[in-house]
């Protein structure tokens, strides 16, 4: 999805442009994930505000049962963008210090949409991601996936108490 921003950029500060956005794209496992929702592209002062909604659908794997699930969230951004080429000389401009977001505009003013949503869905997936709270994970013994079926191992934990302080730890990276 490329939304080229020239025409956009030449018009005074406050014009704007709504489109809606129904995209595929690479997700962060390599899978085509999706994203639904839509983007306005303000002019502002210096370049572009672009805000976005957008209902995402990402493959992951859980990090304890290790299958495969769809994580459906939210995702609203704002964010200032710069042209790298002022479309009134066709000079190379320089970004403000401030600008070093993930939108960026390159030289024929082409804001690649689906880069921008890549970049976000890649900052909000967690460490370890779970495909439900309560998943039982795999037993570490034969591999079962507890979730479907009960095995026969006796994995009865040495000391509960470190189960419990590892979850703990894990949920606070997230
Ligand atoms: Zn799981
Ligand atoms: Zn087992």
């Given at each position: 999805m490329h939304y080229n921003m020239a025409q956009l950029l030449k018009e005074p500060t406050g014009s704007t442009r709504d489109y809606e956005v129904d995209d595929s794209f690479e997700g962060p496992e390599g899978g085509m994930d999706r994203a639904q929702g839509w983007v306005r592209v303000i002019r502002t002062h210096q370049g572009l505000l672009v805000r976005t909604e957008l209902e995402t659908q990402v493959n992951l794997t859980c990090g304890r049962c290790v299958s495969q699930f769809d994580s459906h969230s939210t995702l609203k951004m704002e964010e200032e963008s710069f042209p790298?080429?002022?479309?009134?000389?066709?000079r190379t401009t320089d970004p403000p210090e401030e600008a070093e977001g993930v939108v960026l505009l390159d030289a024929q003013h082409d804001l690649d949409m689906t880069e921008v949503i890549r970049q976000y869905v890649l900052t909000e997936v967690p460490i370890k991601p779970l495909c439900c709270e309560e998943c039982l994970g795999l037993?570490?013994?034969?591999?079962?996936n507890l979730n479907k079926k009960k095995c026969k191992?006796?994995?009865?934990?040495?000391?509960?108490r470190w189960d419990a302080l590892a979850e703990l730890l894990t949920e606070r990276r997230q």
């Open positions: 790298s080429v002022d479309p009134a000389t066709g037993c570490p013994e034969c591999g079962t191992c006796n994995t009865a934990s040495a000391d509960p």
